[in-house]
Nanobody
């Protein structure tokens, strides 16, 4: 079983930055990518970004493109999400998750999830 633990959330002002971390207990060959999702109160969970463990290729939601950067450290089994130019609309619980799908953006295609870390952006 893959266990994921998110960290790095907190409270920042509009325009500020945060760096989230997602540490995995282990990674199997079937895990192709790790993604970040977020969920605000009363809203559905939405895709933020993903990264391939093998190629390092990345994909971002339009809402965060140019502001967020996803990266990974294979040796540490850790994925990061650098978030810049934050706005109140970015306020949500952020989750990392793993998928065996090659081009997954739907949360239904992700098998393992962390417990989430709260990101709050004040105006």
């Amino acid at each position: 079983q893959v266990q994921l633990v998110e960290s790095g959330g907190g409270l920042v002002q509009t325009g500020g930055s945060l760096r989230l971390s997602c540490a995995a207990s282990r990674r199997t060959f079937s895990v192709y990518s790790t993604g970040w999702f977020r969920q605000a109160p009363g809203k559905e969970r939405e895709f933020v970004a993903r990264i391939s463990w093998t190629s390092g290729s990345t994909y971002y939601a339009d809402s965060v493109k140019g502001r967020f950067t996803i990266s990974r450290d294979n040796a540490k089994n850790t994925v990061y999400l650098q978030m810049n130019s934050l706005t109140p609309e970015d306020t949500a619980i952020y989750y990392c998750a793993t998928t065996s799908h090659r081009s997954a953006v739907s949360p239904t295609n992700y098998s393992y999830w962390g417990q989430g870390t709260q990101v709050t952006v004040s105006s």
